[in-house]
């Protein structure tokens, strides 16, 4: 124990060192490197200057020179700099010479590691790296959680956290952040609420970053009143803090609230930034303010403390084409100093479809053809688009051009949390256990929205086959299963709350505004454009998305 402890004192002294070489800029030349001290000062004062790859090449020279051999903390930091530089190979290398070294089994060097893999998307790696590592530290838990977070493995960095709580592994900042950041991405409402409960009795809820991550979860849940309950209950709020929320209502095309606290931010002493104006603008674009969103993008442009990139050229295409000014949106992506993104194109092709003007949507799909040859998706808009105008000749030749193209449709996905547990529901699901239940209380819902004159759209299916094939098949889409699901499971009092991986469809729309008005419920849908919140046979955003 004892000797855990000197060495942990001497990884100190070396950190401090490399600290004080790197707040000074100065490393020392290869001739002066003598010891392991000086070396590793160097490289981590390279790994902490943002110098990654500097920080590799002079290990690769220390190495070379044969003396002194590297220690685990030489490795441990080498280890960071590949994580930092995504650098597969080196990472790999290191790993082989830690073993060689016998010092893959250090916590320290362990940890490095897990998180270089991680970083460069080896998951399995990171794994198995810390499946086999004798000792764990706090810090090795936060790191795993951390991986599969950002991996997109959510459910299993919350499985990886439970475990840890469990064993009794105590709670690090680093570690909340990594399990809210995936609450907030499967829209886990009941954990992140329970998470939240934790914070509270830890008395870490008080904590400024933890806080910001807290009203990310509740925002992304559809739950603005938690949110904003959490920010007003944090002190010391910095930009961060208030970016969060403004960019929370935002989500929910809550304008009015997010101009409120853009306006009280900055009574408080604290100037927006260029994550403020995005939200600002994406808020706008919901909301459907082009005067609103005018002013703020000359707002911007004058603030001498703010430089216009490319998000905020993409939200006012946005907002323009939201508008209907189809033509000043494509002008826009045309002039702007930045090279236009598929993400505009085919901001600028959903306009055309809710505006009609087929002309503008056929050269942004033409560029959309170009930038993403493999995504269906662009095609299923552009007949949309020649539907919505009953342009059916476009649209049989669009169906044929996807047909005989490479292009590949994304499978819908859609999953909603029932009993503190996240069901996923893939189109045409069959694997379910209560799938009869499902399907039977959507043909129950077909057959009351059909007294209301509910018609299915069905073109925007576009397999080729007949019309009531069509009407089948749209009733297979995930969204629907999972709003099924949630009617027969949910309380009456609840609302369903559905998160999906792609853009809703107009039938899937439709269907749910109907569902809304006839089970007198709130649907919450979360697409991969913005949030749509359905009551009494309306959406939030108004038929625009």
Known sequence: MLKKQQALLHRQDILAGGILYSKCGRFLSASHRTSAVSWNCSISGLVRRGHPSDALHLFVTMRRQGTPPPTEFTLSTVLSACAAARALPEASQVHALAVKTSMGSDVFVGTALLDAYSKCSRIADARRVFDGMPDRSPVTWSSMVSGLAQNHLYED?????????????????????????????????????????????????????????????????????????????????????????????????????????????????????????????????HAGSVEKGRGYFDLMLRDGNVRANVLHYSCMVDVLGRAGLVSEARDLIETMPYEATPSMWGSLLSSCRIHGDHEVAKVA??????????????????????????????????????????????????????????????????????????????????????????????????????????????????????????????????????????????????????????????????????????????????DFW
């Not at 680093?174 to 329970?194: D, I, N, P, R, Y």
């Not at 960019?247 to 809550?254: D, I, K, P, Q, T």
């Not at 033409?366 to 000749?393: I, Q, R, T």
């Open 157 to 285: 960095a919350l499985m990886f956290f439970r475990s840890s709580q469990r064993m009794g592994v105590g709670l690090t900042q680093f570690t909340l952040s990594a399990v809210l950041s995936a609450c907030a991405s499967l829209a886990a409402t009941t954990q992140g609420t329970q998470l939240h409960a934790l914070l509270v009795r830890t008395g870490l809820d008080s904590d400024i970053y933890v806080a910001t991550s807290l009203i990310d979860v509740y925002s992304r849940c559809g739950r603005m009143e938690e949110a904003y309950r959490v920010f007003s209950c944090t002190d010391g709020k910095n930009i961060a803090l208030w970016n969060a929320v403004i960019a929370g209502f935002s989500r929910h095309a809550r304008l009015l609230e997010a101009t409120m606290l853009f306006e009280k931010m900055q009574q408080f002493g604290e100037l927006p930034n260029e994550v403020t104006y995005v939200s600002l603008l994406s808020a706008c674009g």
């Open 365 to 542: 799909a033409d560029h959309l053809f170009e930038m993403e040859p493999n995504n269906a998706g662009n095609h299923v808009l552009l007949s949309n688009v020649y539907a919505s105008n009953k342009k059916w000749g476009e649209v049989a030749m669009t169906r044929k051009l996807l047909k005989d193209s490479s292009a590949k449709k994304e499978m819908g996905k859609s999953w909603i949390e029932v009993k503190n547990k996240v069901y996923v529901f893939v189109v045409g699901e069959g694997n379910h256990p209560m799938i009869g239940e499902i399907y039977a209380k959507l043909e129950e819902l077909g057959c009351e929205m059909k007294k209301l004159d509910f018609k299915p759209e069905t073109e925007y299916d576009l397999h080729d086959v007949e019309e009531e094939q069509k009407e089948e098949l749209l009733k297979h889409h995930s969204e629907k299963l999972a709003l099924a699901f949630g009617l027969i499971s949910l309380p009456p009092c609840l609302p369903v709350r559905i998160n999906k991986n792609l853009r809703i469809c107009g039938d899937c729309h439709s269907f749910m505004k109907f569902a809304s008005k006839i089970r007198t419920r709130e649907i919450i849908v979360r697409d991969t454009n913005r949030f749509h919140h359905f009551k009494d046979g309306l959406c939030s955003c108004g």
